[in-house]
DNA sequence: GTAAAAAAAGAACGTTCGATTGTTTCCTGA
DNA sequence: TCAGGAAACAATCGAACGTTCTTTTTTTAC
């Protein structure tokens, strides 16, 4: 046997980056075997080189198309919005979301870098750097207008990142706190953190209830799963 | 040749240990070979054997160790410090003076616990939880009494720690900012983020002269590095 | 001074890795 | 209809992996 029936080259190489994306999140890269990743798509490991020069520029491919996708949904998300809380709002409302339904693309973005080859890690670090500089402007922004005090916006920026980026290592889709919940709570702290005392910003209302949400990580095997 | 002139086992195993922790923050559990390993502390791979019964233990010592000395140090910490607001500050303080101190375990123990097998993992995990906790308590009180604007004490633990510990991925002791001006940047943006609005809890003033007097802790008090 | 114990060397193992190559089969457009 | 290109198989490479085992040397205890 050679070709199988109904094979795709598009389809094959949609699902190849698809079960990269969910191998390299779950077990990480360099536990992520390509004899895996092949079976995982119903091929053997040899064809995979029709599909990627080799494993790093698979890593490194990921990585880009989720920088690239991340920081253009943002300008977009962010796109004739004035004023530094509103942006500052919108930046908070956007980076949730994109956070919570793309788990793994921003896992694999944020804990693989290490894994780059260094020619690649600069580009990946440059992407990144790019879109935190737009919580950064809208920090400044606002510091300068005197709406926030903050006195260290690069230190705050990479605070409130943190912050919001941490939601993808617990949050499930099941769970018991819709994302419009989740927003409004994660904003409630990020504005209150940062927005001047004076400008007695009104707290929205109290959200209800207990607590729950398990904070496990992404949990799954370790070690290299056999075939 | 077989033994080496000078050897000695426990400051081998220490050795061994210490280079463990800095391969594994720099390339990854599954990135880290024991024959690097060994020729980091000068051994041949198969001499580590006499130090751990396998690179899953080796990780899993690592992790435990740390996990049990941030608990017991959060705890010294935080005894007999009374009341949600100072209690919140006497963790946050900790939190981060132990982060910027201790990066490379703090990394490992977050980001590899993926690397350990179910038991291990799950030891691990309950750890993090009982450390959490610690927070979590100082929330749900602040709360309780009203000194807290908290919803949801679980999603706000998790939303602090994560900012806090965000701080490992890019501190460094000869940075620009001590560690006392981070930790009264980080403290603002925390306690503003919790607390109520009408307790107008004067916000510090502002961070360009001495910051504010670190809580209580007696542990890990900062040695001023300006560095 | 000597024998036991400790520490490490060194060789080898079976396995798996990423990657290459040559071949076979399927699909498609003129 | 039938070549030519696309898609996948199958076999294989050398290197590196974690681990085990035996041997040799150093240290220690009596």
Redesign the interface.
């Known amino acids: 046997m050679a070709r199988t029936i109904g094979s795709n080259g598009a389809r094959t190489a949609k699902a190849i980056r698809q079960a990269g994306v969910q191998l390299i999140y779950?077990?990480?890269y360099?536990?992520m075997s390509l004899r895996q990743l092949a079976s995982e798509v119903g091929l053997q490991s040899g064809s995979l080189y029709k599909y990627f020069e080799n494993k790093q520029s698979l890593l490194f491919d990921i990585v880009r198309d989720h920088m690239e996708d991340l920081i253009s949904k943002a300008e977009a998300a962010m796109d004739g919005v004035d004023g530094p809380l509103p942006r500052l709002k919108a930046f908070v409302d956007f980076h949730l979301r994109y956070h919570m339904t793309r788990k793994a693309h921003v896992f694999i973005a944020n804990?693989e870098i290490?894994?780059l080859d260094a020619p690649h890690r600069a580009v990946a670090i440059e992407m990144r750097r790019r879109y935190e500089q737009m919580l950064e402007d809208a920090l400044r922004l606002g510091a300068a207008e005197g709406a926030f005090?903050v006195?260290?916006p690069k230190?705050?920026t990479?605070?409130?990142?943190?912050?919001l980026?941490?939601?993808c290592?617990?949050y499930r889709p099941d769970g018991r706190?819709t994302q419009d919940e989740?927003v409004a709570?994660?904003t409630?702290?990020?504005v209150?953190?940062?927005?001047s005392?004076e400008r007695?910003a009104?707290?929205p209302a109290?959200?209800?209830?207990p607590?729950?949400?398990p904070?496990?990580?992404?949990?799954?095997?370790?070690?290299r799963v056999r075939a």
Chains 1, 2 share one sequence.
């Open positions: 779950r077990h990480g360099e536990a804990m290490r894994s005090r006195s260290e230190v705050s990479y605070a409130i990142i943190s912050m980026t941490g939601i290592m617990w706190l989740l709570i994660y409630d702290l990020v209150g953190g940062v927005a005392p007695g009104a707290k109290e959200l209800s209830a607590a729950e949400a904070p496990t990580a992404p949990s799954v095997r370790s070690r």
